[in-house]
């Protein structure tokens, strides 16, 4: 090949180059663009199914909620079934009893606490003003 003929050869070669170029471009881009419509109808359908679906799952979700509560109150009935099986029940009471008037006096030396707060509080307060 001499240099006259790739001269002319050149111009050509670019042109198919490009036209090649673009002839790509153009159909990724339409290849992108029906990927794009192909998501979106899936996505529409998809919100359609849930919407339907929706009501149920939820009447679901409640039974579930239901059955786990049932079963929390039958375990927490077997555990005092079984507890009180094998404890003694004198010795229960009594620490039962010693605990709720432990629990009574902390309670009260709490109600004791927050009334000299609010009484210190109301007479800082009275300073101030």
């Known amino acids: 090949m001499t240099l006259p003929f790739l001269q ?4 050509y070669i670019t042109l198919l180059l490009t036209v090649g170029i673009w002839v790509v471009g153009w159909l990724m881009k339409k290849l992108i663009a029906d990927n794009d419509r192909h998501f979106l109808d899936v996505k529409t359908e998809l919100k359609a199914k849930i919407d339907e679906c929706g009501g149920e799952l939820e009447k679901r979700i409640d039974k579930l909620e239901r059955d786990l509560e049932l079963l929390e109150r039958s375990r927490l009935a077997d555990h005092k079934y079984l507890y009180e099986q094998f404890v003694h029940k004198d010795g229960f009471h009594r620490t039962v009893g010693r605990t709720e008037s432990a629990i ?6 709490l ?7 609010n009484r210190n509080i109301g007479a800082a307060e009275s ?3």
């Open 8 to 11: 002319i050869l050149t111009p």
């Open 104 to 109: 009574g006096r902390i309670f009260k030396q």
């Open 111 to 117: 109600n004791e606490l927050n009334r000299v707060v």
């Open 127 to 129: 300073h101030h003003d």
